[in-house]
């Protein structure tokens, strides 16, 4: 890729996480200078690239991102564009979900405009969960125009930090909300792919989920998309490769691309997923520690509607993915043999 952003500044934040870690590729593949918000002591394993400069923005505190952002806008300059990644997707205590993902987006927005550190553009990541259960019954996507009735602690987060991006006139913005992301490294789907290959594979409710999905390098390219396209201005959009499949057709594909002869497919009726995910959490209490499985995860799993519409993307983007789930699931079974995970 040709690099015409030499001296072009971006910030993406949540950098060291699963998503963050691609975005900073594709940003370093497109020639800018990156920045790579990431709390101190985070791992930076996804982030060995030399070019990259970080920094350790205080979200908790807004007169001291302020006076962070006012010192980095005189030594530096402002950040060209930003891509706020950071949230939180798994917590003990669910008003945490609303303190990072809103409150502190919330402050990152003030601070920007407060420290004369405005954007040409601003990156919202959000989630398809800020809309909440699609139509179960005749199983239409999901459409932009909806009404937003998310059902879970961390939806309404995500919820709650679009209003604040909507909200603020200083710069342009764009929203992104994306379906089920996985690529390698990435460790929810991650445990499906290891259930399988034991053998196993556990489908939940007597319906089966329509789920959509999109591959990590693709979510990064439609980042980039957005942000270069001076036409796209405050604009929101679903992300999705635009292919519709089911809990079964994804075990069974995970199955022929690990080429396991045998695996046992079974549903389990979601009056027992409810009572594992309610007693995970209850561990998780006693153990202080985020469980996978809890009350919001079984409010996700319950949903049987993830289709969204993403005409948009083609019409407005030119987004046409690279990785359907095939090439995406294979490349992602690829890396995690290779890394020792399978």
Known sequence: MTTTNTNKKILITGASGFIGGFLVKEALSRGYEVWAGVRAGSDKSRLQDPRIRFTDLKYNDSDALTAQLKAFAAAEGRWDYIIHNAGLTKTLDKRNFHTVNAEYTHHLLQALTAAGCKPDKFLLMSSLSSYG????????????????????????????????????????YVILRPTGVYGPGEKDYFMEIKSVASG????????????????V??????????????????REYFVADGDVHTDESFARLIQSQLNKKRVLH??????????????SELIGKLLKKSMTLN???????????WICETEPLRTELGFIPEYPLEKGLAESIAWYKEAGWL
């Open 295 to 305: 009350s919001d995860k079984y409010i996700i799993l319950k949903q049987r509607n």
């Open 133 to 172: 259960r699609g139509d179960e019954t005749t199983f239409s996507p999901i459409l932009l125009r909806d009404p937003q009735k998310p059902d879970t602690a961390y939806g309404k987060s995500k919820l709650a930090a679009e209003n604040y991006v909507r909200a603020q006139s200083d710069f342009p």
């Open 200 to 215: 196993l594979d556990f489908a939940v409710g007597s319906t089966p989920q329509r789920i959509t999905f999109i591959y």
């Open 217 to 234: 390098t693709d979510l990064a390219r439609v980042a980039f998309l957005a942000l270069e396209n001076k036409a796209v201005i405050n």
């Open 266 to 279: 079974a549903r389990i009726p979601m009056s027992l997923v409810y009572v594992v995910c309610q007693g």
